[in-house]
């Protein structure tokens, strides 16, 4: 994973699915996720299993972005807004969302 430069912004989202490992809904519902690697945009898209026993979480997804713009024109994009209406909403039972961006020697964030 590259260090954050600039205005670039890492989306991190850990989630614990309501499925069981490696069922097809489970499968189905990670096929659908990583088809938003398609999205104009998203860079870097990731998707992994948590390993750590210091938290309840299952998987993980990560992306980058060029900018806050780009973020955010992600996630207003319709594929974007269909795939968290129909497919997060009913398959993840919790999750914690983070954006990240580089914290420069003065302090402040330039996203």
Do not use: C
Not at 6 to 19: A, E, K, P, Q, Y
Not at 44 to 53: A, F, K, N, W
């Amino acid at each position: 994973m590259a260090t954050l430069r600039g205005s670039r912004i890492r989306h991190l989202v850990v989630f614990t699915l309501r499925h069981e490992d490696g069922t097809a809904e489970a499968e189905a519902f990670l096929a659908a996720l990583r088809s938003l690697a398609a999205v104009e945009g998203v860079e870097e898209l990731d998707v992994v299993r948590q390993v750590g026993s210091k938290n309840s979480y299952q998987l993980a997804v990560t992306m980058e972005f060029a900018d806050r713009a780009t973020y955010e024109a992600y996630n207003a994009h319709p594929d974007h807004v269909a795939f968290v209406r129909d497919r997060w909403a009913a398959d993840v039972t919790d999750f914690m969302e983070i954006d990240l961006a580089e914290l420069a020697p003065d302090g402040s964030v330039d996203a």
